[in-house]
């Protein structure tokens, strides 16, 4: 189409265009039948070292189950929905089935799991799809597990069972506008009145939030000026959240904005052992192990999905996987994929025997995230220009991989809380805010 200078916008809306612009895109299975798309999810290849042998009998089991499930069910829809950052309702009962939400929560409905159990069950949904996994993440290791660990009896029998099956969603709604790594300072208001409290302010960047039957709010409370934690159910006056648009990565959840205007919380909906920020910590310290476990089943499935296109792929007249450049770039994957699961795997063990502390938490984490990206930049570029399509699983796992780098502790963040623990000198704040050394 011929483009003249003096054209007005309008004019060039009318301009007679191509008789096929404006067709729907050939489906990639047609468009480019010379390998499988991601919808289509190839067999687990990565277990190279068999760290299956390491899990016991009901872990191979749980396992089993999720990843015929994930391979199934999502992994035909993953990216479609991806594409309109819509979420799939419709999978949510068959998730319920799984009787994964509430991972290490015994009793009230939840399966009890082993925290390596729960782990693996993480790692493979994210190896289909990070956004589920995320999905299921703010649901069951934030949402359900504050309300286990710092709820009352009443509370974790009145809300726990339905959450475990979800016929109910929960998120958890700690970050705020201007407070994200320093979320100690959180402005959200709880003032005691009679009968409950008035909750005010804003949250930012929460998942499930625009949907959620439950949402886990923490508040500073105006009386004592710590933070104290509330369960708030959605459409009560004052409440609403509004989706956050324009992400690149994990576009089927749902994260948005809430906004509290005195928004009235009955007291016995008060988290009565949430006191101060250490307690936010007690629930960070487990969901980091489960968020670990994101990053590994996205480099499972990344190196899956490469390792079948390579051997799928001619060029040159023949397989890509018979280059060595090729080789080796598949090798280093699948030695990081080796070395994620093992530091992953060895964390829910430190922490089943009750020995893990903050610090691996926050180191394994930060380690993995960082051995991840490189795992999913090497299979972006073995895919070439297929790495930037959907289609392949690579460049959505690409995008998804960022913000997990970034959430439940940036790599800095989490760098700092292992220096912190290994040198007992914290150094979150910069010098110049600190009191002045004698020296």
């Known amino acids: 189409m011929t483009v003249h200078k003096s054209a007005k916008p309008d004019d060039l809306e009318n301009k007679a265009r191509s008789s096929y612009f404006g067709l729907p895109g050939l489906d990639v299975s047609v468009g480019f039948p010379l390998a499988t798309p991601a919808s289509v999810f190839p067999p687990c290849t990565s277990d190279y070292y068999h760290f299956d042998d390491l899990l016991t009998p009901e872990e191979q089991a749980i396992r089993k189950k999720v990843r015929e499930y994930m391979e199934k069910e999502v992994a035909p829809i993953m990216a479609k929905y991806w594409e309109k950052a819509e979420f799939p309702f419709h999978i949510v009962p068959k998730l319920g089935a799984l009787c994964i939400a509430g991972g290490t929560i015994k009793g009230y409905g939840c399966p009890g799991l082993s925290m390596t159990g729960s782990a693996i069950s993480m790692a493979e949904v994210a190896r289909v799809d990070a956004s589920c996994s995320t999905f299921i993440l703010v649901h069951s290791s934030l949402a359900m597990l504050t309300i286990a660990l710092c709820g009352s009896e009443e509370q974790k029998q009145k809300y726990l069972p339905s959450l475990a099956k979800f016929d109910t969603v929960g998120c958890w709604a700690l970050t705020e506008p201007d407070y994200g790594s320093d979320a100690s300072a959180l402005k959200t208001s709880a003032t005691k009145v009679e009968g409950g409290w008035i909750l005010e ?14 949402l886990v709010i923490f508040a500073r409370n105006t009386s004592t000026n710590q933070i104290n934690g509330y369960i708030v159910k959605k459409d009560v006056p004052g409440l609403s959240a509004r989706k956050i648009e324009n992400k690149i990565g994990l576009r089927i959840v749902q994260n948005g904005d809430i906004i ?121 570029e073995l895919l070439g220009g297929n790495g930037i399509l959907s289609d392949f699983l690579v460049a959505k796992a690409f995008c998804d991989l960022e913000p997990i780098y970034t959430y439940e502790g940036t790599y800095d963040i989490n760098s700092l809380v292992t220096g912190r623990e290994i040198t007992g000198l914290a150094s979150f704040k910069p010098a110049a805010l600190r009191q002045r050394s004698r020296l």
């Not at 302010?201 to 439950?214: E, M």
């Not at 980091?288 to 590994?296: C, K, L, S, Y």
Request: a positive charge; hydrophobic letters at 40%.
């Open 201 to 214: 302010g804003q949250k930012r960047w929460i998942g499930n939030s625009t949907f959620a039957d439950l």
């Open 260 to 380: 509290l205007e005195k928004v009235f919380v009955p007291d016995n909906d008060r988290l009565p052992g949430v006191n101060s920020f250490q307690d936010t910590n007690k629930v960070l310290a487990v969901s980091r192990v489960m968020v670990a476990w994101q990053p590994i089943g996205i480099s499972m499935g990344v190196y899956d999905i490469c390792h079948r296109y390579l051997k799928e792929r001619k060029q040159f007249g023949a397989p890509l996987a018979a280059f060595q450049i090729n080789q080796q770039k598949l090798v280093q994957m699948l030695g990081n994929v080796q070395a994620m699961f093992l530091i992953g795997w060895r964390l829910c063990k430190l922490y089943e025997s009750g020995k893990m502390t903050p610090g691996n938490a926050s180191l394994g984490k930060s380690w993995i995230t960082v051995r991840a990206r490189e795992t999913v930049a090497l299979g972006r």
